[in-house]
């Protein structure tokens, strides 16, 4: 477990923009279990996460069409949440940081760890604008 100090302002830079933090499984059923659209992003105290995953979240939701819903966990913070939200990743293996695009509570898109580091966060703000073009 990360201290909350070191990671309040690294989730300060999804809940700013509107995502809602969940620190429980009964949470996160119920957000993806949600009509329409929801985007969670596992946050992660990793570079990658700072340098990519953020950014791009926040970047694509510049876009005419976007997800219904914002919400995220954070790896090695929330357990029991980020544990959760990893179930209804399957089959994709558990990866901090991780994007995942839901529809009606069905997996329509993620984007794993080997996704995400080492592109920049243009990148994968297109990506993610890509399905929501497609999804939203």
């Not at 994968?124 to 497609?134: K, R």
Request: glycine share 6%; net charge negative.
């Amino acid at each position: 477990m990360y201290p909350a100090e070191l990671v309040k302002p690294m989730r300060a830079d999804l809940t700013n923009v509107g995502f809602e933090e969940l620190q429980t499984a009964e949470a996160v059923d119920k957000a993806i279990a949600k009509e329409g659209t929801t985007l969670v992003v596992v946050n992660s105290v990793c570079g990658c996460a700072a340098a990519n995953a953020r950014p791009g979240a926040r970047m694509s939701l510049d876009n005419a069409k976007k997800p219904s819903n914002l919400v995220t966990v954070f790896a090695g913070v929330d357990r029991e949440a980020t544990d959760k939200a990893r179930e209804h990743m399957v089959p994709f293996p558990p990866s901090s940081p991780s994007i995942a695009l839901f529809k009606d509570g069905e997996l329509v898109h993620m984007l794993e760890r080997h996704h995400i580091e080492g592109r920049p966060a243009e990148l994968i703000a297109e990506n993610l604008m890509d399905a929501y073009n497609e999804h939203c």
